[in-house]
């Protein structure tokens, strides 16, 4: 046997034992019209992809060693695409966060599907800062990873190649994987425990898109208001064109929305706008999106 089929050999074990201690912690979760995967938290709890998930409110889950156990929701975090879970299950440990993953590096994508663990690895493609869904949430780093994942494998688990867990994984454009960290996962988790919701950031206004405000950049004007909404309470009127949030400039009512995430309730944002052509500043404490 040559060095290159040794280490080759070497490789292929290490990939298939690595695939094995991560799918101990990987279910399968079924509703009535789908099945993903799913990872076990901790005790007790599952967490997987939000958007795989139909709108019902119990699953069934395939455990590790076949067995199939009732899950109920216990919460949904869009902003983020983290579901949670609940099921009776033995004692589950904490699974170890990896280090923060460097481009290059590999990654293990591992779901279960009918026959099993499902499983892809490829490189971290794509490694960078913090950044905000298209929904609001915070997402603390954004890792896109060199492959592609299979329906079933959504929400299952990215392991770094000791073992250690990177986040969920989630699909994106043309079926890329996308990691939701782990760290996210946890603050998710922790909120959903609690009150089985996230709260969103809420204005109490509708805006609608302006173009050629000063400097040429666009903004959003008031065309309505709650009554009691943050926005009213502040002082702000239908007809005022916001154009900067904090100091950075707002160029469409989208930009309003993205900074109305799920860490932003309770602070205070300053509005600049334009109000009858004159320029002025407002401060908003930002309130909860009330729930339907």
Same mark, same amino acid.
């Given at each position: 046997?040559?060095?290159?089929?040794?280490?080759?050999?070497?490789?292929?074990?290490?990939?298939?034992?690595?695939?094995?201690?991560?799918?101990?912690?990987?279910?399968?979760?079924?509703?009535?019209?789908?099945?993903?995967?799913? @990872?076990?938290?901790?005790?007790?709890?599952? @967490?997987?992809?939000?958007?795989?998930?139909?709108?019902?409110?119990?699953?069934?889950?395939?455990?590790?060693?076949?067995?199939?156990?009732?899950?109920?929701?216990?919460?949904?975090?869009?902003?983020?695409?983290?579901?949670?879970?609940?099921?009776?299950?033995?004692?589950?440990?904490?699974?170890?966060?990896?280090?923060?993953?460097?481009?290059?590096?590999?990654?293990?994508?591992?779901?279960?599907?009918?026959?099993?663990?499902?499983?892809?690895?490829?490189?971290?493609?794509?490694?960078?800062?913090?950044?905000?869904?298209?929904?609001?949430?915070?997402?603390?780093?954004?890792?896109?990873?060199?492959?592609?994942?299979?329906?079933?494998?959504?929400?299952?688990?990215?392991?770094?190649?000791?073992?250690?867990?990177?986040?969920?994984?989630?699909?994106?454009?043309?079926?890329?994987?996308?990691?939701?960290?782990?760290?996210?996962?946890?603050?998710?988790?922790?909120?959903?425990?609690?009150?089985?919701?996230?709260?969103?950031?809420?204005?109490?206004?509708?805006?609608?898109?302006?173009?050629?405000?000063?400097?040429?950049?666009?903004?959003?004007?008031?065309?309505?208001?709650?009554?009691?909404?943050?926005?009213?309470?502040?002082?702000?009127?239908?007809?005022?064109?916001?154009?900067?949030?904090?100091?950075?400039?707002?160029?469409?009512?989208?930009?309003?929305?993205?900074?109305?995430?799920?860490?932003?309730?309770?602070?205070?944002?300053?509005?600049?706008?334009?109000?009858?052509?004159?320029?002025?500043?407002?401060?908003?404490?930002?309130?909860?999106?009330?729930?339907?």
């Amino acid at each position: 046997m040559t060095d290159a089929a040794f280490d080759l050999a070497g490789f292929s074990a290490a990939l298939a034992a690595a695939t094995e201690k991560a799918a101990a912690r990987v279910v399968m979760v079924e509703g009535a019209h789908e099945a993903l995967s799913g @990872v076990l938290w901790r005790t007790g709890l599952v @967490v997987t992809a939000h958007e795989g998930l139909s709108g019902d409110e119990e699953f069934t889950v395939v455990m590790p060693d076949g067995t199939r156990k009732s899950a109920t929701i216990i919460g949904r975090d869009p902003s983020t695409d983290v579901a949670l879970l609940k099921l009776e299950t033995g004692e589950v440990g904490e699974w170890p966060a990896a280090a923060a993953p460097k481009v290059g590096s590999l990654a293990l994508a591992v779901g279960r599907g009918e026959n099993g663990p499902i499983t892809a690895f490829g490189p971290v493609s794509e490694a960078g800062p913090a950044w905000r869904s298209m929904r609001g949430g915070l997402i603390d780093a954004r890792l896109v990873l060199g492959l592609r994942l299979v329906g079933r494998a959504e929400g299952g688990a990215v392991v770094a190649a000791d073992g250690s867990l990177i986040g969920l994984a989630v699909t994106g454009p043309r079926r890329r994987a996308i990691v939701i960290p782990a760290s996210t996962i946890g603050r998710a988790v922790a909120t959903l425990s609690d009150k089985g919701y996230v709260a969103r950031g809420y204005l109490g206004v509708s805006l609608h898109p302006v173009t050629g405000q000063a400097g040429g950049s666009g903004g959003a004007i008031v065309v309505g208001l709650e009554p009691q909404g943050p926005a009213a309470k502040a002082g702000l009127v239908v007809g005022d064109i916001i154009t900067t949030w904090n100091g950075e400039a707002v160029e469409s009512v989208g930009a309003v929305s993205r900074r109305l995430g799920t860490d932003v309730v309770g602070q205070t944002a300053k509005l600049g706008l334009v109000r009858g052509g004159n320029a002025t500043e407002l401060d908003v404490t930002i309130g909860e999106r009330p729930r339907a």
